[in-house]
């Protein structure tokens, strides 16, 4: 939810944040974007430590806006809202309390990225901080799956990562909700991580 995404990261948050920095760093971030939400601003200042970098902060990276849902309980939004919820619980990715739906969020956070991608040189690496469903269904957009099967890649857990890689032929999800154990390098030869 909106509300709870926009409050500070607790001292377990702040730690396993600063664990995932170590870890992200040694990716040696070339371009680093977050969310401008203080969750993910909070994560990304442990990796601005980390690297030395400062993050682009940018909008479009938010969470995914579910309008008047925002802050409802599960029990709460089938309440107020059955038929959107029970549209939403069969799969399908409708507007939610006057909201946004998955793909709006992955259209407006794709966009962000490839306005940075072609910043990077050979070999770079982007990290993008944003939030769970946001960061499912960009993953789910990049990687060309039809909408309806989005919501089969698990939402990011807390300060966990995946690892996506460019090739000629597209996007490849190579890690989804690793943690602060080490990154091996990418499979794909001449792959760059995202």
Do not use: F
């Not at 909106?2 to 170590?22: E, F, I, K, S, V």
């Not at 939400?37 to 902060?57: F, H, I, M, N």
């Amino acid at each position: 939810m909106q509300g709870q995404l926009n409050t500070p990261l607790d001292d377990l948050g702040l730690a396993q944040a600063a664990a995932a920095a170590q870890v992200l760093a040694g990716l040696a971030p070339a371009v680093l974007l977050t969310s401008d939400l203080s969750r993910a601003r909070d994560t990304a200042q442990a990796l601005e430590d980390a690297t030395g970098q400062q993050a682009l902060v940018d909008p479009r990276l938010r969470e995914l806006h579910l309008g008047s849902w925002q802050g409802l309980t599960g029990e709460e939004a089938a309440a107020q809202h059955p038929e959107e919820h029970a549209a939403w619980r069969a799969g399908k990715d409708v507007v939610r309390g006057g909201g946004e739906t998955y793909r709006d969020a992955a259209e407006r956070s794709v966009a962000c990225l490839d306005d940075h991608l072609g910043d990077l040189g050979a070999g770079q690496t982007l990290v993008a901080v944003t939030h769970g469903g946001t960061a499912r269904a960009t993953i789910g957009l990049l990687l060309e799956l039809p909408d309806i099967h989005w919501g089969r890649l698990a939402p990011l857990g807390n300060a966990c990562w995946s690892v996506l890689v460019e090739a000629e032929w597209g996007w490849r999800l190579e890690r989804h909700n690793a943690d602060a154990g080490p990154i091996t390098a990418p499979l794909t030869p001449g792959a760059q991580p995202l």
